[in-house]
Every structure is written in C-alpha cells, then in structure tokens.
C-alpha cells in the first residue's frame, strides 16, 4: 500500500500539504509569533498593517495584520487548528453514530431498517449548512463542541447509508452464514465479520467528508454564526477580509483564502487516492 | 396636422424645461434601515419615524436644523404644569379626502396607549385627556398625567392618524396602507424591495418640488455603495467607513458628513452581585478604555469623543463635563481597590449589524479590558436577537447607541437612569438595573420645574453628577452621519440632524 502511495504523485503531493497544515495547526503555539486568540496581547496600533515586503509592513507580521490587529499568519496557524479539530471532531461523532445506525438497519432489517433510514432521510433533505445554522441559532452558545454537534446532527447520515449498503452485501456472504451456523451472537457476529469487511468504503466517505467538514465550518464562520469572533478561524477571516477587498487592503482575504483552499485540496488528493486504493475495480482498470 | 403635433410637442417640452427648473421627477434614496411598518406608531425607530414624516404630519414639526416649527397645531402654550394649549390648523385635509378635526388628534393619543399597536406607549400613558376649550374645536387643552416638561419637544414624531379611516379598516390594513397629511402620498411598498410615494398636490404647505420619490431597501453597506457608484440611486445613507476613501475618490459622488445626533456608550450591570455595583469599577473600566483609538483605528476617525451621552444640541448637555482621561495603571489601582486585584470575568454584548463597525468596536474594548485584567467573553449577535436581551435587562456589559429625539436630556434619563418602574414607565431601557435615589428624585423633579432657565440648569446639574460622579454609564464616542450624493442627477441635499429622510427639508430643487 506504501508503495502504491509513494507511486502516485498527486497523492504525496496532497499529504505533504496536509502534513505541513497538520504540524502548523499542532505546532501553532510554538511557531506563531503571536497569540491571536489571546486579547492581552494585541494592540490597536498595529491594525491593517500590510504584509512585510510592502511599504509600511512591519515585523514580526510576516503577511500583516487585520482590523483588529491579529498578525494573519499566526490567526492561520490558529485557524487551522479550528478547523481541523472540527473536521475530525464531526469525522469521529458523525462517522461513530452513523456507522452504528448503519450496521443497526443493514444487519436486522425490517422494522429498525425503516426507522433508521427514514430518520436518515428526514436529516439529509435539509441542507446541512440550513441544519446547522438552525442549532447554532437555537443553542445561543459558541464553541468548538457545539459546532461539531450541530454538524454532525445530519452529517452521519453519509455514513449510515454507506455502511447499510456495505452490511447488506456482506450479510448474504457464505461466511457470515457459517458463523451464525456455529452459533455465533448477533453483536459478534456484527463486530467480529460483519464490520471489519464494510469499513473500507466508510474510510473513503471518512476522507471526502473530512474535507468537505472543513469547508462547511469555513462556510459557517463566514456567516459568523460559527465561533466567537474573538476566535477566527479561516471563515471568519474571509468575511472580515471581505470588507477590506475594495479598500485595496487584499492580503485580509487572500492569505486565508489561499491556507483554506489548500487544506481542502490536499484532503481531497488523499481522499482521491485512497478510494483508488480501496476499490479493486477501479485500481485494476489503472492496471496496478 | 403633423406640423401642429410637433409644434404642440416642442410647445409641451419647453414647459417641461421651465418647469424643471422648480420641480425634480423622481429622487431614488438607498435606505439602510428599511421601515419595519407603515403605521406610524407601530415603531418609533428612526428609521420609521424617517419614512413616516413624509406621509404624516405631527402637531409640530423640526427643520434641517432641528428647530421645532408649527405642524397641524399653528401654535401653543402651556397653560400650567400639566395643561398645553394648541390652536389647530383649519383646512387640512387626510389624503383620503376627509377633513383633519380635534377628533383626530384625541384618537390618536387614545390609540398611542393601545400596546397592540403602538411602540409610543410612554407618551401615549403621560396623556389624561385631549378636550376642545370652550365648545372651540380649533383650540384644544391637552392634559398630561404628571407635569412633563419637554411634552411638547416630542411632538413631531407622534403622527397625527384619521380616526374614521383607521377605525374603519383592519389593523393590517392600517398598517401597509398609510393614509396622512403629509406631503407625500402613499403608492406601493414591496417589503424587502422599495416603497414608493408621489407628491400631495394639495399639501396645506404647497406642493412639494420633488413629485416622486422611492425608497430602496439596500441593507449591506457595500452593495448600497456599488448601487450610488452606478447611479441606479440618487442619494445614499451610511457610506461603509472601510471603503470611505474609494468613495471620496469618485467623482460622481459628492461626500455629506455631519457629526451624529447618536452618542454612543456602554452599560454596565448595577445590581449588588455584580462588580460593576462598586462605582470604583466602573470608574476602571471607564479609565481602561482608550477611546481615542477606538475612533481613530476603529471608527477611521469618524466619529469624536463624548463625556455624556447627550448631543450638543439637547436641553441638559453640560459643555463642563470632562471624560476621565485613559490610564490603565490608574484602572488597576482602582480594581485591587475594590477588591478584584486580579480583575474578573464578564461578558460584553453587543450588536453585529445596528451601528457602524458595532461588533469590531466591542471586539477592541474587550481587548483594552483585557489589559488591566477585565476577561471580557465578547457576545455578538444581530440585532433581532441583542435588542429583546436588553430589554429583558439580560446584560452585563452591552454597547449602545442613544440620542434623544425631543431633544432632552430628562427624558433621555428618564428611560435610562431612572430606578426600573414598569407602572409609572420609568427605566424602561435602564438594562443594567441603575437605582440610584439622588438621581430618581433629581429626575423626578426636573419634570416639574416650569421656569425654562431653572430646567436647563437642573437637567446639567443632573447630567454631571450622573457621569462625573455616579459613573452610571460609560460614554464613549458621537458617530458621524454620512451620506452621498450621485453627482449627474443634480440633486442639492441637506441632512437633518435626527436622519430622517424628510423629503420636503433634506432635497432642494
């Protein structure tokens, strides 16, 4: 598997991106020369200050400062942090609840299948982006938790579904049958034969939604009904950056505009290339 | 035959031409608040009351320099501490043709106390009884509850209705179907889009010289820009201060600025649990925040300090009160003082889309709070949702803006310093639960005072020991209004100190 990753280049192209967004979001703390979350230590006076190369850039501000005067490179560092943690935040809630409703309606059938699916469907006809923007209103609250609940409230139907599909036809293999037949639990039965065979397909959905987690929360924060605004993260510094573009003050946007497509990007390469690497049919037709 | 048309033609031009020179087809205004209503009293934000001033007509009106005038009363007087007497004007008529009479004036003061369609529900409660004076039914006494000095300096924005049409129709009706005397009349109100009126040839103070006027709803700050920047609107509101550079270097705009009726400040929580009862707090909280450079990185430098929150030109502002100068070492020192030497935490609220750059204001003060120690959890929301949390006194730190609309600095205090008493509609907006008896009887008392030059040195009196000595609130800094004007269309247009829209004051042919 290493080496068909090490093979594909647009594949190491999107770790390395990913890799290097990683390590800053953990490494923020240490590498940022700023701390943008913490209001001791900005300053008024350094507001709108442009990038260092231009006429009045100023260090340590290596891509200058916002209204506020947050240094854009260290409010990056942090943003990313946000949003990563979001994304996986939701990756693991949504994916945890939506594989166990999944592998509920596929394995039994029947009653509880029509229950979980109707339930999944009644989620997903709202859009994701509306649900969440209604839970985040009715909460009234702020917080890197309450985003990830309220996104993944109708983000585990993706996976609920795609795990129902991969337990229905797991379920009719002759092997399934053979460990019912010497008397095997039906939660074991699930666990122990069932899962480990659905999985892979719900670690691609995993890998594509990680990335599109990372755009929603962007998306939200830009609405600004996301974090707090004494917390941006890349979202919220599109929308401040908004009101500067016709000022001429473009580095506000363009900085995290560039950091979030790149994050997306690489998860998207990554994604791309693991369902490659998990779907036989695909990866035969490459001829690997 | 054809030689007759065209020389009718060119006849009909050239009196369109010499007529032009008096009159103005149509004038677009973009809005930043749109109306929420189109009764008159079923909102007293400005921005409504703005929109309504063209189709209706109060017993008294204000010009471009807020100077009270004669409106459908001609004249007045008060008679004593609770009585005024108006002699009303004859010969006006509601757009629906029926004659303006006493009775309408008495409806609508009746109709002011109704909670289900009016927002002017103080006013309406201060008035006992509208009577004409000795069978005259073009004189009239109107008789308050309690003495109230500046009654009358309020009356330009109570809109006088028609009582047989209002009672005829349903309250929905009355209330997307405005029928006045004012010198514009009613056409269409798409809400969301625009709202167009024509001219009331038959206005009782002449026609009016623009025959056409349309509002345009543009909320978002940039897209009203880009709408004057192409001329699809004549006049603007509120320039976005971001962009105010880009708009000054265009030369079809024309660039109006006056400083802002609206002083703007922050309210504090004041009851016994919370730090901000301990006037030493508030004094460190006002002294930690350097309000110079919120105006000038925040504001852009439109907008100039203020130490009350009353404007110049309200009854009771006092030239002598000077701001506590910023000194965090000092806000320290009165901290560890009254015993939060380690500051405390709190949450500030604030609007993100009332006034101009609310929410990165409130976003510096609690980082300037944050230096000597305050933790300020910043708490913004749009103002549908902020506004029913300070009224419900839901605040422990919150940013406001006030100006007083009769031009009085008692009455201003009267709903935001007076003690909370919803029976006699005092502190209705003191959200922070001020209770201070000096100034509840200082308050109390100013309404009484009949002699004008005794009310303006009670009500400056007052005004200082408020904020020089009780810190009940924090004042931080007047707005600047601002306007722009599409240069082609040839408009001349002056701004009225409240930003009403009036039309007949603010656009001169």
Redesign the interface.
């Known amino acids: 598997m290493l080496r068909h990753f090490l093979r594909d280049p647009s594949a190491v192209a999107g770790a390395t991106i990913l890799l290097i967004f990683v390590l800053g979001a953990l490494l923020a703390p240490v590498i940022a020369p700023q701390n943008p979350y ?3 230590a ?4 350094d ?1 709108l200050k442009p990038p260092i190369w231009m006429e009045g850039g100023e260090s340590p501000f290596l891509l200058g400062t916002d ?3 947050r240094d854009i490179l260290s409010t990056i560092l942090y943003g990313c942090r946000t949003s990563l943690t979001v994304a996986f935040g939701v990756v693991l809630v949504a994916g945890t609840f939506g594989m166990l409703m999944g592998l509920l309606a596929g394995f039994y059938g029947g009653f509880i299948d029509a229950i979980v699916m109707r339930s999944a469907d009644v989620f997903y006809s709202f859009s994701t982006t509306l649900m969440a923007i209604l839970v985040l209103g009715l909460l ?1 609250q702020k917080g890197v938790l309450v985003l990830i609940l309220a996104i993944s409230l109708t983000d585990w139907v993706r996976y609920a579904r795609t795990l129902r599909g991969a337990v229905l036809a797991v379920k009719e293999e002759d092997y399934i049958s053979a460990a019912r037949a010497v008397g095997a639990s039906g939660v074991r039965v699930i666990f122990r034969h069932v899962l480990p065979n659905a999985i892979p397909p719900l670690l691609v959905v995993a890998a594509v939604d990680f990335g599109v987690v990372i755009m929603l929360e962007a998306t939200l924060s830009f609405l ?1 009904v996301g974090l ?3 917390q941006p993260s890349l979202g919220m510094m599109i929308s401040i950056g908004r ?2 573009v ?3 003050k473009w580095w506000l946007i363009v900085f995290p505009g560039i950091a979030l497509t790149s994050i997306v990007v690489g998860v998207n390469l990554v994604a791309d290339w693991l369902r490659e690497e998990i779907n036989p049919r695909i990866r035969r037709r490459l001829g690997r | 035959m054809r030689k007759l048309g065209l020389l009718l033609l060119v006849f009909g031009l050239s009196l369109g031409v010499a007529a032009g020179a008096q009159t103005i087809e149509k004038v677009v205004i973009g809005l930043s608040a749109p109306p929420r209503t189109m009764d008159p009293h079923g909102s007293d934000a400005d921005s409504n009351l703005s929109i309504m001033s063209n189709i209706f007509d109060g017993l008294a009106r204000r010009d471009v320099d807020g100077k009270l005038l004669p409106g459908l009363a001609v004249s007045w007087e008060r008679v004593d501490a609770v009585t005024w007497r108006f002699r009303l004007r004859k010969g006006v008529k509601f757009h629906n043709g029926n004659d303006f009479t006493w009775e309408d004036v008495a409806f609508t003061f009746q109709r002011l106390k109704d909670p289900e369609v009016s927002e002017f529900l103080a006013t309406g409660n201060l008035v006992k009884s509208v009577e004409p004076v000795d069978g005259d039914p073009w004189t009239i006494d109107i008789v308050t509850t309690r003495p109230v000095a500046w009654f009358v300096q309020n009356l330009h924005q109570i809109f006088i209705m028609d009582k047989e049409s209002t009672e005829a129709r349903s309250r929905g009706e009355v209330a997307s179907y405005p029928i006045g005397t004012g010198p514009y009349k009613f056409v269409e109100w798409i809400r969301g889009d625009h709202l167009t009126l024509v001219a009331n040839e038959d206005y009782w103070g002449g026609p009016p010289p623009v025959k056409k006027v349309i509002f345009k709803e543009i909320v978002d700050s940039f897209t009203r820009l880009a709408a004057i920047e192409t001329g699809t609107v004549d006049i603007i509101q509120d320039i976005p201060l971001e962009l105010f550079d880009r708009a000054k270097a265009n030369p079809n705009l024309s660039i109006i600025t006056r400083p802002a009726r609206r002083g703007m400040f922050l309210g504090m929580k004041q009851t016994p649990d919370y730090p901000m009862h301990d006037v030493r707090v508030r004094k460190a909280i006002y002294m930690a925040i350097n309000v110079q450079e919120l105006i000038d990185k925040v504001m852009f430098g439109h907008a100039s300090p203020a130490a009350q929150i009353a404007d110049p030109p309200t009854v009771g502002y006092n030239p002598e009160i000077k701001r506590f100068p910023y000194d965090p070492e000092e806000a320290k020192r009165l901290l560890a003082e009254a015993g939060y030497p380690n500051g405390f935490s709190v949450t500030l609220k604030a609007p993100t889309d009332r006034y101009p750059r609310d929410e990165e204001t409130a976003e510096a003060i609690a980082k300037q709070l944050a230096k000597v120690g305050i933790k300020v959890t910043l708490d913004a929301k749009p103002k549908a949702m902020y506004f029913p949390e300070v009224t419900h006194h839901d605040v422990e730190l919150y940013y406001l803006g006030w100006f007083d609309g009769a031009y009085s600095a008692m009455r201003t205090f009267t709903k935001l310093v007076h003690s909370y008493d919803k029976e006699r509609g005092y502190g209705l907006f003191n959200a922070g639960d001020i209770s201070d008896k000096l100034l509840d009887y200082l308050i109390e008392q100013s309404d009484t005072i009949v002699d004008p030059e005794l009310y303006v040195e009670w009500s400056q009196m007052t005004n200082r020991i408020a904020f020089e000595w009780k810190v009940v609130y924090i004042p931080l800094f007047y707005l600047e209004d601002s306007y722009a004007v599409y240069k082609p269309s040839g408009i001349k247009f002056t701004p009225r100190p409240d930003t009403w829209m009036t039309i007949v004051d603010v656009i001169q042919p």
């Open positions: 913490d209001l001791e900005l300053s008024l006076a507001s209204e506020q005067g009234k600004g707090p605004v004494t009101k500067y016709y000022a001429g």
